[in-house]
């Protein structure tokens, strides 16, 4: 019950800093509802209902953590269709670029891309301000829906083993696009810019050892991933 | 706190009965699942991030539906997948002759088509016991999300006068086919007209007038919502 708070949410952020965290917010809500539309419709193509169930709810899962992302950039003061809207392009381009074949790769996709996705939320949370990074944290947490997902995909490949190959060069595909189109939401607009390098805020920001300290988690993360879907990284 | 309800969730009803209270739950759980998918694959085609949000949420609300559907379905001791399973394939059906081209009619079949079909659980939950009657009620309950979707159609039909007649002729097909798979549901299962009829429980079932009675209030409301839309019934 302190005080300041109650002089408003984000009153304590400088505006140039504010703007970087509103992008931030932004591009992390519109990767979410973008993740929500993807999941649904692979989940229509799952015809066992355990399955279904759980693509569906990976699926509102994210549609769950859009509106919380939603909410605080109200709460910011902004509006979150413009907020959104500058990283709407990078979204849609990652997923026109990995429109998985049927519903093995999506399963892939959807297990690999989007703990790509919420590892790198989790990571560039860390040069906001305390209260967007609770909701970052929230939004982008494991709610450990996969593991109905994990034993699908292992249970493809032990029945047909020649699909391990091409399921690997998928996953990396995965990693490429989306760190590709990740440098592009993070450099595309230069108030996010300065909210990670630190120059808009007195909190430290990501120098190059950083920024290369957390490409390497992200790397072992999704080799972990992969490892649990029995792919080569 | 009653000590009845200390005996267990739905241990007052007769075999017979609960195997229809079963189905008809399976069917009803089935019918939103499968609308989850529509819906959330409709959300993708809209562009304006209002609409989109608003259909997404349409979708989650059912999907939220589907959950509560399911744990009733656990809690009368039956196994949701095997419940759900006989009613697949009327509701793919009516989905596969009701795939709407385009966003406009995806928008038309979510209120026009959910409306139906939601009005439809709720008449037929009156023959159920009041424990699984309140779950499809809650389940079927309006959930105030459809404004933002009617503004839309409404928006478009001002702007193009010439889809008022297509999409009059969309509708009354909705309402058609919905008729049509909700008759198939009805009849799927013999426990399921007993429980309609009556005949399996001590509760007053539903008579040819009774029957009716409810096609009539089905299509007072199909009409209220065509009108709504700005579109003749």
Request: negative net charge; aromatic residues 6%.
């Amino acid at each position: 019950m302190s005080e300041q708070s109650s002089s408003g949410v984000g009153q304590q952020l400088g505006e140039r800093e504010r703007e970087g965290v509103i992008d931030l917010l932004g591009a992390i809500a519109y990767g979410m509802i973008s993740g929500f539309t993807r999941l649904a419709a692979d989940s229509e193509l799952a015809r066992d209902l355990r399955l279904k169930t759980a693509v569906a709810g990976m699926a509102v899962g994210e549609f769950q953590s859009y509106e919380l992302l939603v909410g605080h950039i109200r709460e910011l003061g902004a509006d979150p269709v413009e907020a959104m809207s500058p990283f709407v392009e990078a979204f849609d381009s990652y997923h026109r670029r990995t429109a998985p074949h049927g519903l093995l790769e999506g399963l892939v996709k959807a297990y690999i891309g989007d703990g790509i996705a919420y590892d790198f939320y989790r990571e560039i949370s860390r040069f906001v301000d305390p209260e967007s990074q609770e909701i970052i944290a929230q939004a982008a947490a494991d709610k450990g829906r996969t593991d109905v997902i994990v034993d699908a995909v292992r249970g493809e490949i032990r029945a047909n083993r020649h699909l391990a190959g091409p399921l690997a060069l998928w996953g990396r595909r995965l990693m490429g696009e989306a760190l590709t189109q990740g440098q592009v939401v993070a450099t595309e607009r230069d108030a996010l810019v300065d909210l990670i390098l630190g120059t808009s805020h007195s909190r430290p920001g990501a120098d190059v050892g950083e920024m290369s300290a957390i490409m390497q988690r992200l790397t072992d993360a999704h080799q972990q991933r992969m490892a649990r879907l029995g792919l080569a990284a």
